[in-house]
């Protein structure tokens, strides 16, 4: 919703702001954001001009995720649903419900995602592959993590959200396979495949998930870390700029003090 003015503007909460700023494509948030912090600098809240101020930019596909919170709040609340639903059949195992939810979950999780580009495009800024593949990603951590799910569906994302490794349709829907029937015998021997080596590949492969995984978070932090950095140099230097403003009105009120003073000792004498 576009605002009619900026002095009503500076009467609005944070969550309002915020509300309107997350709503903005990337390239628009952080001169609507200055323009914010300024206005609530203007009008003397210190305090509201630092909170604007921390509102980090999202990134492409943290911005669509919010769009489809905004504009698909029944959908927001059935993937919220869903989630809790595949969350209380992990913890206990009932394997039928798992199966029947794990393609309720590609179905969905399909669909938004779809959504979430053709909410993109419809905004005049469609997205590409990559923060598409990252909004679907947000989506699993959603549906594995009831953290996630309430980071998510807020409309503040700022960045797509990592599901846990392994959280996936296939290992839930994959039942136990029988062993592997044993060859009859036959003319020319053949090396017996040791057990260990089709047991470890898995393994491994879970295990390069797992690091994987571990520095895409790290990298993930310190990119947060250095956009915060960033954030409390930008706060900081408002913060002067608000001193500053103060002090001069300070000086201006103590002049027209002394001034006022002054006439009225120049009244007084004229009329003694």
């Known amino acids: ?26 390239t628009q948030f952080v001169k609507a954001r200055t323009v914010r912090t300024n206005e609530a600098l203007t009008a003397g809240r210190a305090v509201l001009a630092a909170q604007i101020g921390a509102l980090r930019r999202p990134t492409l596909s943290g911005w669509a995720s919010n769009l489809l919170v905004q504009w698909k709040p029944d959908q927001v609340t059935r993937l919220l649903r869903l989630g809790e639903g595949l969350r209380q059949a992990r913890h206990t195992l009932d394997r039928a419900k798992l199966k029947r939810l794990n393609r ?16 993109a495009a419809a905004a005049g800024h469609p997205i590409g592959e990559a923060a598409q593949r990252k909004a679907e990603e947000t989506l699993h951590a959603a549906l594995a993590d009831p953290e996630a799910a309430r980071v998510w569906a807020s409309g503040r994302l700022v960045k797509a959200l990592v599901p846990p490794v392994g959280f996936t349709a296939a290992a839930a829907d994959a039942p136990a396979g029988p062993a592997a029937a044993p060859h009859k015998a036959s003319g020319r021997t053949t090396p017996p495949r040791s057990a260990g080596t089709g047991q470890r590949a898995p393994r491994l492969k879970e295990e390069h998930d797992q690091a994987q995984a571990a520095v895409e978070r790290a990298t993930a932090a310190l990119r947060e870390l250095e956009e915060r950095v960033t954030e409390l140099a930008r706060q900081l230097h408002a913060t002067v700029e608000l001193r500053r403003r103060v002090r001069n009105d300070l000086a201006d009120a103590r002049k027209r003090v002394v001034e006022s003073d002054r006439a009225a000792q120049q009244a007084r004498s004229r009329h003694r």
């Open 1 to 26: 919703m576009r605002r009619k003015g900026g002095r009503a503007a500076v009467g609005m909460d944070l969550e309002s702001i915020a509300g309107e700023l997350y709503a903005l494509h990337p």
């Open 104 to 119: 309720q979950q590609h179905a969905l999780v399909d669909a938004l995602s779809r959504q979430a580009r053709d909410l």
